[in-house]
């Protein structure tokens, strides 16, 4: 996260295409020192809040943010004050001032990037055919959405945490089981 100023995205501060702040220039009109934020993230940059705050802002003010794809699997965004939303970042900016996740309700949208990242183990690795498993899908994620969320370093790429252990304790807590092929 990035604070910025019309002028400063003017002169070529923050990331974003060269093309996406022509058009956001263009479009959103004020003055140069008009606030703007810039989120920015790929699979080597950024972090999970960035990620949260492009699709908090995405769902809740579509009008206060314009978003790029980048390569590497990341997102560009500028997030700007407009008439309907006149303090906007300045209200994002004191809200998370001392707690990041401190702007409305953008708390559950953490909890939902995580949750993310939760299914996709679920559904990815744990369904593998290869690895052979039975689980009951809704017990497994209920359990890792209550004993694992927020314990694991979350990144751009996913949860970072050690599969093998994380089996174990699922094989320990009973909500895992191997298959025996025959």
């Known amino acids: ?11 070529g501060k923050g990331f974003f295409s060269y093309g996406s702040r022509e ?6 009109k004020g003055i140069d020192t008009d606030p703007m934020i810039n989120f920015a993230y790929t699979d080597y940059g950024g972090d999970v809040f960035e990620i949260t705050c492009i699709n908090f802002f995405s ?12 390569s590497y699997y990341g997102k560009n965004a500028m997030v700007y004050n407009t008439p309907n939303n006149p303090t906007l970042v300045q209200d994002f ?10 702007f409305e309700n953008i708390e559950e949208t953490f909890q939902d990037v995580e949750d993310k990242f939760f299914d996709e183990f679920v559904n990815y690795v744990l369904t593998d055919s290869l690895r052979g498993y039975a689980f009951d899908k809704e017990k497994v994620s209920n359990w890792l959405y209550e004993e694992k969320s927020g314990y694991y370093n979350t990144t751009t790429q996913g949860i970072d945490f050690n599969e093998s252990e994380l089996i174990k304790e ?5 909500l895992i089981n191997d298959i025996i092929l025959t």
């Open 59 to 70: 769902e809740k003010y579509p009008d206060n943010i314009m978003v790029e794809d980048t």
């Open 23 to 28: 058009d956001l220039l263009e479009n959103v």
């Open 93 to 102: 900016l004191e809200a998370t001032d001392n707690y990041l996740l401190g």
């Open 170 to 174: 699922l094989r320990s807590a009973g």
């Open 1 to 11: 996260m990035e604070k910025l100023t019309r002028l400063n995205v003017q002169c």
